[in-house]
C-alpha cells in the first residue's frame, strides 16, 4: 500500500518532517506500506507558479500523482497565527477538489505551545472534510514540550493504528444488518394483485 507524508516544515531539519516520519513509521508498524514523502518546501515556487500560469511544474505535478494515488495520507504542517501554514494551504489548493474524495488521511501539526493544538479541529479537520476525504478521528499536535514528554507517543500510535485501519478497509467490515430488500415494482405489484 502507498502512504504519502505531505510534510509543510520549512526548516532543516524540522519537527514538523520528524513527526511526519514518526507518523509513518508507526504506520510502517501495523501494515506493510511504502512511504513517499513529500517535502512543499522543495515545491513552494513551482506551486506560486501554478497559480499564475495554471500549470504544474514537473515536480509538482509528481507531488499532485502521489498524494492523490496514495493508499492513505499524513498531512503535517506547522501551526503560524493559529492555522495551517499558507504553503500548506496553498498546495492543497492546486489539486482537484474531488482527488481526495474517500482517501483516508492522518491530520497532524507542530507549534510552539500546546495552545496552539485545536488548529486540528477548526482548521485541518475542515480543510479535509472539505474535500472529502476521510479523516481520522485521532489527530497529533505536537508542540515543543512534547519532543520527549510522555505522551505523545501513545497519540502516535493510536492515530496511526486509526489510519491502518482505514487504509485496509477494517473499519467498513463490521456486519451490517440486512433487514432491507430490494423487490422489483413488477413482482410487488403482482403479489398485490394476487393478494386482493
Same mark, same amino acid.
Given at each position: 500500500m502507498r502512504l504519502v507524508v505531505v510534510s509543510a516544515g520549512l526548516s532543516v531539519p524540522?519537527?514538523?518532517?520528524?513527526?511526519?516520519?514518526?507518523?509513518?513509521?508507526?504506520?510502517?508498524?501495523?501494515?506493510?506500506?511504502e512511504v513517499q514523502v513529500v517535502e512543499l518546501r522543495e515545491l513552494a515556487v513551482e506551486i506560486a507558479h501554478h497559480f499564475t500560469n495554471g500549470f504544474p511544474g514537473r515536480k509538482l505535478a509528481a507531488a499532485i500523482d502521489a498524494v492523490t %494515488?496514495? #493508499? =492513505?495520507? $499524513?498531512?503535517?504542517?506547522?501551526v503560524f497565527s493559529a492555522s495551517y501554514s499558507g504553503l500548506f494551504k496553498s498546495f492543497f489548493d492546486v489539486i482537484d477538489k474531488d482527488a481526495l474524495a474517500g482517501t483516508p488521511v492522518l491530520i497532524a501539526a507542530t507549534g510552539g505551545t500546546a495552545r496552539h493544538s485545536l488548529v486540528l479541529e477548526h482548521a485541518l479537520r475542515p480543510l479535509f472534510a472539505h474535500l472529502r476525504a476521510v479523516v481520522v478521528p485521532t489527530g497529533v499536535y505536537a508542540a515543543s514540550e512534547d519532543w520527549g514528554?510522555? %505522551?505523545? #507517543? =501513545?497519540? $502516535?500510535?493510536?492515530?496511526?493504528g486509526e489510519l491502518a485501519a482505514l487504509m485496509t478497509g477494517l473499519s467498513a467490515a463490521r456486519p451490517v444488518k440486512d433487514d432491507f430488500a430490494v423487490v422489483p415494482f413488477e413482482e410487488r405489484l403482482a403479489a398485490l394483485r394476487t393478494a386482493g
Amino acid at each position: 500500500m502507498r502512504l504519502v507524508v505531505v510534510s509543510a516544515g520549512l526548516s532543516v531539519p524540522s519537527s514538523t518532517r520528524l513527526l511526519g516520519d514518526r507518523l509513518a513509521a508507526a504506520v510502517g508498524r501495523d501494515l506493510p506500506v511504502e512511504v513517499q514523502v513529500v517535502e512543499l518546501r522543495e515545491l513552494a515556487v513551482e506551486i506560486a507558479h501554478h497559480f499564475t500560469n495554471g500549470f504544474p511544474g514537473r515536480k509538482l505535478a509528481a507531488a499532485i500523482d502521489a498524494v492523490t %494515488g496514495a #493508499d =492513505g495520507l $499524513i498531512v503535517v504542517t506547522p501551526v503560524f497565527s493559529a492555522s495551517y501554514s499558507g504553503l500548506f494551504k496553498s498546495f492543497f489548493d492546486v489539486i482537484d477538489k474531488d482527488a481526495l474524495a474517500g482517501t483516508p488521511v492522518l491530520i497532524a501539526a507542530t507549534g510552539g505551545t500546546a495552545r496552539h493544538s485545536l488548529v486540528l479541529e477548526h482548521a485541518l479537520r475542515p480543510l479535509f472534510a472539505h474535500l472529502r476525504a476521510v479523516v481520522v478521528p485521532t489527530g497529533v499536535y505536537a508542540a515543543s514540550e512534547d519532543w520527549g514528554a510522555e %505522551g505523545l #507517543d =501513545g497519540r $502516535i500510535e493510536r492515530a496511526a493504528g486509526e489510519l491502518a485501519a482505514l487504509m485496509t478497509g477494517l473499519s467498513a467490515a463490521r456486519p451490517v444488518k440486512d433487514d432491507f430488500a430490494v423487490v422489483p415494482f413488477e413482482e410487488r405489484l403482482a403479489a398485490l394483485r394476487t393478494a386482493g
